[in-house]
């Protein structure tokens, strides 16, 4: 007798869980790899730490080689994510949807603004997209360290909204930090993109051949001046996803089980470690003196909280959405605070947006900064709204 399709609530939950443990567990990864390379890039033999990362790879440094190939593959997840979400997830159906989006709508704005606010007129103005954008390991990790008292409806609110923050992220990266556009590699790509629509049009659920385009579409973005890491996303949007049941598990959760370890404890890691040595007390200090880092460390800091929790009150108070179950407006404000741990995204952003070493390691040094304020003060302020009131 053939098993009811129909989704229990368990089998919704499930995934969701899945995903906050592997994202919680990296993050321990991520920071390792954060403090190695900053140990090292501030030791007396820092000089080894750059020669490795500007080591010659596949024609490139290794920090380019992880930066456009490895970071695609990154972002093929993120895609991934997004669509399962949009479809299936946190953010299917606008009711859903409009708190998280709303709020990550927000936390990109107010914190932009902010940077801009500092930078007009000057040529750090570029780096506007560098606060905009929430580590959403880290903050899962932090989110966790507030124990029992956090309920699961806040966990994957600040997952849907990182999410939805990392989509207004991709669209940001392919229409304002790209180069000079190549239209012959343009139309391969574009070609490319005709082939995988052929695929979805007959239905093939094989992986195999989407992979193998996926990885022509690469190359032909990475030569296209966009920027490669867009051709993950492109992919996934191809890739075929259905509602996950008893049978029969789509082709696109086959691959995001696939990748997301391989993301979260190998390329992640990698790329924090290729990105953040830097040498700390210069950085710090000329990222808390310079207009560029002020922008960041004031955009994340402040920008990413007062952008959210206004958004969501607005959302709120237009009785578009409410808020999630057991949620209160102190523990949003805390979750407010967590989404300005940038790093991972804003290190990328920093790394397109500005080719002056002083004012990127600035910029590095500001993030840093301003993501550690933004873990502690969001932390102690969740583990004060947890605490019981006494009437």
Known sequence: MRKSSRTTPARLIEPLVRFIKV???????????AIVALLWANLPISASYFALVDQPIFGATMKLAINDGLMAVFFLLVGLEIKRELRIGELAGWKKA????????????????IFVAFNMGTSGARGWGIPMATD?????????LAGKAVPLSLKAFLMALAIADDLGAVAVIALFYGQGVNPTMLLAAGGVTLGLLGLRAFRVRNLSPYLLLGLALWWFVLHSGIHATVAGVLLALFIPVSEVDTETISPLVRLENLLHPLVVYLVIPLFVFANIGIPV????SQGLS???????????????PVGIVLACWLTVKLGIASLPSRVKW???FGTGLLAGIGFTMSLFVTELAFTDFAVIN??????????LTSAFLGLAVLRWAAKPRSN
Do not use: R
């Open 23 to 33: 994202e919680v567990s990296s993050s321990a990864m991520l920071l390792g790899a």
């Open 98 to 113: 409009a708190l998280p989006i709303a709020g990550a709508l927000g936390g990109m704005i107010v914190p932009a603004l």
């Open 136 to 144: 959403i390991a880290i903050a899962l990790g932090v989110l966790n």
């Open 281 to 284: 007390s210069d950085s710090v």
């Open 290 to 304: 310079s207009h560029v880092g002020q922008g960041v460390a004031l955009g994340l800091l402040v920008g990413k």
């Open 330 to 332: 102190s523990q949003l």
């Open 362 to 371: 600035a910029a590095k040094g500001a993030i840093l900064v301003a993501s």
